[in-house]
């Protein structure tokens, strides 16, 4: 089974639209990372939040952490077409391996 | 300057056959990670290295090997190709040396592998 998935398989949002992606994981974690993989490319982290940060931001994106809940969000405000992708979020630990879930599907359209 | 390349970007093998994807890297990051992805899968990590001369199993290592000749290049090797094999492969490299904050992995553009 996945030690981390990301729900819901797919989204699709108009321009200037808000989008929340949420991620479950089971394992203890120092930190949790998203990544972004636009088609044809390589996955590119966006965001790491450690164990010890319940916020962090990098300009429209706003991610989450719980650790009780074994939870985190990655949220994208006023959305743009390029920011159509894969989204994942990817748990490891300090061996350097990651886990990433399966990914969730954003498509924004004009 | 892309940090991490790919080679090639596609491959069509036949059955039986030996494929060789190669990946380098100019990070100067100790580990490097092979990974394969395949729709409702996501990324699966097949072979994974802590430095030249080094390669550890992942979770799917079966059918594959992996060599780090040196601190910048690592392959991974299908002796006999399967079809099953047919995939993306993506290479990444990455360093854990500085604590969790340095646990970002960078990823090369991928090498799409078709296996007749």
């Known amino acids: 089974s996945q030690l981390a998935e990301e729900n819901p398989w797919a989204l699709s949002v108009h321009e200037g639209e808000s989008v929340t992606v949420n991620c479950s994981y089971k394992t203890s974690i120092t930190a949790l990372q998203w990544y972004r993989q636009k088609s044809g490319e390589g996955p590119a982290q966006l965001i790491l939040i450690r164990s010890n940060e319940r916020e962090k931001r990098n300009g429209r994106l706003r991610a989450t952490l719980d650790t009780s809940s074994q939870s985190s969000s990655l949220s994208i405000t006023a959305t743009r077409c390029e920011d159509t992708a894969v989204y994942f979020c990817?748990?490891?630990?300090?061996?350097?391996?990651?886990?990433f879930g399966h990914g969730t599907i954003l498509r924004v359209h004009p | 300057e892309a940090a991490v390349t790919q080679s090639p970007r596609n491959k069509v093998a036949v059955t039986g056959g030996k494929v060789t994807l190669s990946c380098n890297q100019t990070n100067n990051h100790n580990n490097m990670y092979w990974y394969r992805q395949d729709t409702g899968h996501g990324l699966r990590l097949i072979h994974y290295?802590?430095?030249?001369?080094?390669?550890e199993k992942g979770d799917i290592p079966d059918g594959y090997k992996a060599s780090r000749p040196s601190q910048e290049n690592f392959s991974l090797i299908l002796e006999l190709a399967t079809p099953s094999q047919t995939s993306v492969y993506f290479c990444?490299?990455?360093?854990?040396?500085?604590?969790?904050?340095?646990?970002?992995?960078?990823f090369g553009p991928g090498t799409r592998l078709t296996v007749l």
């Open positions: 990817a748990t490891g630990a300090n061996t350097g391996k990651l886990t």
């Open positions: 290295s802590y430095g030249a001369g080094s390669t």
């Open positions: 990444a490299s990455g360093d854990v040396t500085g604590g969790p904050s340095s646990y970002e992995q960078y």
